[in-house]
């Protein structure tokens, strides 16, 4: 997944003859949109009187003139990162180190920032080179997560590599600049998520892993889970990432404060090195370098493939993404299966059992650590019971007849969980994580039969402003609401005008007006994102952007052949399809692997190990060049005529096939019809 910047604002290497790799481009998409390329003037309106109150009672509830995390995060500085821009060969940028120096420490929060995320930002550009404790290292705010480096017997043992391999290997340059330039040994990847592996080329050669000089390793399921995550909704995830991270938004204190969970994300080469030794139960203990490595497998926690570790001979707990310094995503806001918090409590109550009376320092892949064994173990104990407490209150007010909406507005942590900002909602919120598990165990539908088959937002608008007397008059009562204050209404109300005439900017106008101020105010970065990046969008229309191309070489041999053909099956337009028959089989000579597929029923089903009698035809073909051809390296007619490809019986069946597959258009709409 190379992320460099295209001249169209379409997928270019998703024009390939078999039309796949529209979400392998997407797959890490939803880190990486260009924000150069946005040159909009910005029209954002300063905090309304309603935000600024709003902003001052938080204030009041939360204990600012604690600064322990500031001392914290600074605390083992050793030395600043490179003051360059790293750029890629054709001059994008891949990290800008400057990008957020509006946020300087100890300055009040501006107005229309919400000063608790203020807060974080400033805790988050505390960057640099840190040393956790004897022999561990981190980098910090060189990408969207930190880069972990621990000395060993012979070498250094490297943890989660960043998102791109340019901003992994200044990482290590940086490293090598203030240690002795010891060789990696060993690479370790806590959890399946492309900012804890996309960097890994930038440390490491495969060549050497191949030849058994470094070892990878991972939780079982890593390899599946980090190519699958993204696929079969790529399109869609990628561009509702577009909001989450803000990549539309100008850095400023009326725009982009980062995404609370680190400061943005890097846009280089996103790299994948499959792991060469898996961790598939807690408990297993493995000697890197000399070093005594305990393990603890979390799937289903942040990531569906994630695990912890404890160095025993540091005494060192690194809790992956599952113990950070904010309230995670129970649910990701551009789109993901639902985590569950119940297990996720749990596996930090595991680790409080396996090290709790021996730890004396815990370190994550973002932010900073904590030392000391009462701190750590109130640190994981109070996110534990966080946790907890969401699955088991939601559950419990779903028990009494409360819904998903009602839920959400009422329920609060306890104040000792509540107001330690490691709890607070910068990255995932509480509203969104408790809707999140009532959908897991209850499902979409609330109960009420009203709700069970609502209007489509169009149809649906048209009847509501019909309804309220017109356009206008809506228009008029909603400024009124947003005089009070009242921008959640306003947005709500002020929708349903949108939705049924596009065409009415001063309706757009006013709710984006309503979203900007509820950005202002909202704690989480993705909130803040996605309410500026709709207001943005309301105002401007949506823009055809450069988008990069990310499908690279490393993500489309890891995808595996059941998950392509299920890749395939997707993109199939069903409708355009009915009424036909294919049947094709497929013979990868390499691999000695036989699939027969049949298209039938507006589907496409794939079976292994067999051949279909009555195929249409036989494609016989290599892995490697089925990989080329999604690439863009070779084209299905460049390898017929190679001889690479066989086709024995009627090839026009296979491009039949191939015409009724789907292409996605990245910049669809979202906050019009």
């Not at 961790?279 to 497998?297: A, C, N, S």
């Not at 984006?512 to 401007?540: I, M, V």
């Not at 000695?592 to 298209?599: F, G, S, V």
């Amino acid at each position: 997944m190379e992320l460099t910047q295209q001249s169209k604002a379409q997928y270019p290497a998703c024009k390939t003859t078999l039309k796949v790799t529209a979400a392998m481009c997407s797959l890490a998409l939803s880190l990486n949109l260009a924000t150069a390329a946005v040159a909009a003037t910005e029209q954002a309106k300063p905090a309304s009187a309603a935000t600024k109150q709003a902003n001052d009672a938080l204030l009041k509830e939360l204990p600012f003139t604690d600064k322990t995390s500031f001392e914290l995060a600074h605390k083992g500085f050793i030395a600043p990162l490179p003051s360059e821009v790293i750029k890629g060969p054709s001059g994008n940028v891949i990290w800008d180190p400057a990008k957020y120096n509006f946020i300087k420490e100890g300055e009040t929060a501006p107005d229309t920032t919400n000063p608790s995320l203020w807060r974080q930002s400033q805790l988050i550009n505390i960057s640099g080179l840190f040393e956790v404790t004897d022999g561990i290292y981190q980098v910090r705010n060189y990408d969207l997560s930190n880069m972990t480096i621990v000395e060993g017997k012979d070498g250094i043992t490297i943890f989660d590599p960043l998102i791109s391999s340019e901003t992994a290997k200044a990482a290590l340059d940086l490293y090598y600049q203030h240690r002795p330039k010891k060789p990696v040994v060993a690479v370790i990847y806590t959890h399946s998520h492309v900012d804890h592996y996309g960097g890994v080329r930038g440390v490491v050669n495969e060549d050497d892993v191949k030849a058994g000089k470094v070892k990878i390793y991972a939780p079982l399921g890593f390899l599946e889970h980090a190519v699958a995550e993204n696929v079969m909704a790529g399109t869609a995830m990628s561009r509702r990432a577009s909001y989450m991270y803000g990549n539309l938004l100008p850095p400023s204190p009326t725009g982009q404060l980062g995404a609370g969970l680190g400061s943005t994300t890097s846009a280089g080469t996103v790299t994948l090195i499959p792991p060469t030794d898996i961790i598939e139960k807690t408990g297993e203990t493995r000697v890197i370098d000399g070093l005594t490595y305990q393990f603890l497998y979390a799937p289903g926690s942040e990531a569906p493939a994630e695990m912890l570790y404890y160095i025993k001979e540091k005494k060192a707990l690194n809790t992956a993404e599952d113990s950070t310094h904010t309230l995670h995503n129970t649910y990701s806001l551009r789109g993901a299966k639902i985590r569950e918090p119940l297990p996720w409590s749990k596996y930090l109550n595991e680790a409080l059992k396996m090290w709790g009376d021996d730890v004396q320092v815990m370190y994550a892949m973002h932010h900073w650590p904590v030392w000391g064994n009462k701190e750590v173990r109130d640190q994981l104990s109070s996110q534990r019971d966080m946790y907890r407490y969401i699955n088991d209150e939601t559950l419990r007010l779903a028990n009494k007849g409360y819904t998903m909406v009602e839920i959400a507005e009422q329920i609060k942590l306890p104040k000792e969980i509540a107001t330690r900002f490691s709890n607070r909602g910068y990255y995932g919120s509480l509203n969104h994580n408790v809707k999140a598990t009532y959908v897991l165990h209850l499902g979409w539908f609330i109960g009420n039969p009203a709700t069970l088959n609502e209007l489509p937002p169009v149809e649906g608008g048209k009847h509501y402003v019909e309804m309220m007397g017109g356009e206008e008059a809506v228009l008029k009562k909603a400024k009124e609401y947003y005089d009070k204050g009242e921008f959640r209404w306003v947005a709500e109300v002020v929708n349903h005008v949108v939705f049924a005439n596009p065409d009415n900017q001063a309706a757009k106008n006013l709710q984006a007006d309503a979203l900007e101020q509820l950005g202002y105010q909202a704690e989480s970065g993705p909130w803040r994102n996605f309410y500026l990046t709709g207001a943005k969008e309301l105002r401007e229309g949506v823009k055809q952007l450069p988008t990069p191309n990310t499908a690279s070489p490393d993500t489309v041999r890891a995808m595996d052949l059941d998950l392509f053909f299920d890749f395939l099956a997707m993109r199939l337009e069903g409708p355009k399809a009915e009424g036909k028959r294919i049947v094709l089989n497929f013979d990868f000579t390499d691999l000695k692997k036989k699939y027969a597929l049949e298209m039938v029923n507006g589907v496409l089903n794939h079976t292994e190990d067999m051949q279909a009698k009555d195929a249409d035809a036989t494609v016989t073909l290599t892995r490697d060049t089925l990989n080329k051809i999604v690439l863009q390296e070779t084209s299905l007619k460049d390898a017929l005529d190679k001889g690479d490809i066989k086709i024995d019986g009627t090839q026009g069946k296979l491009e039949e096939l191939v015409s009724y597959l789907d292409n996605f258009e990245f910049w669809f709409n979202i906050v019009t019809p």
